[in-house]
Nanobody, 121 residues
Framework: QVQLVESGGGLVQAGGSLRLSCTTS????????MGWFRQAPGKEREFVAA????????DYSDSVSGRFTISRDGPANTVYLQINSLKPDDAAVYYC??????????????WGQGTQVTVSS
């Protein structure tokens, strides 16, 4: 199994920045892709960004491209999501996820508990 723990959420003013962290443990050798998702109240969970565990390829949704950056610290087994130029629409619970299969925006086996991002206008 793979365990994921997110941190770094909080209350930020619109236009501000935040860095979310996702620490992995367990059978991390099984991970192929790490992803970040978010879910706002009353909305479906949506894909935000993904990175190959090797760290050499990233993918972003159109809504965050240019403002969000996903990265990985291999020795620390941690994946980050740097969020810049925050907008009120970015407010949501952010989840990290892992899958052992390949690059994907939809199929993930392992999920963290989520971290809340609140944006004040």
């Amino acid at each position: 199994q793979v365990q994921l723990v997110e941190s770094g959420g909080g209350l930020v003013q619109a236009g501000g920045s935040l860095r979310l962290s996702c620490t992995t443990s367990g059978r991390t050798f099984r991970i192929y892709t790490m992803g970040w998702f978010r879910q706002a109240p009353g909305k479906e969970r949506e894909f935000v960004a993904a990175i190959l565990w090797s760290g050499n390829k990233t993918d972003y949704s159109d809504s965050v491209s240019g403002r969000f950056t996903i990265s990985r610290d291999g020795p620390a087994n941690t994946v980050y999501l740097q969020i810049n130029s925050l907008k009120p629409d970015d407010a949501a619970v952010y989840y990290c996820a892992a899958n052992p299969f390949g690059p994907t925006r939809t199929t993930y086996d392992y999920w963290g508990q989520g971290t809340q991002v609140t944006v004040s206008s």
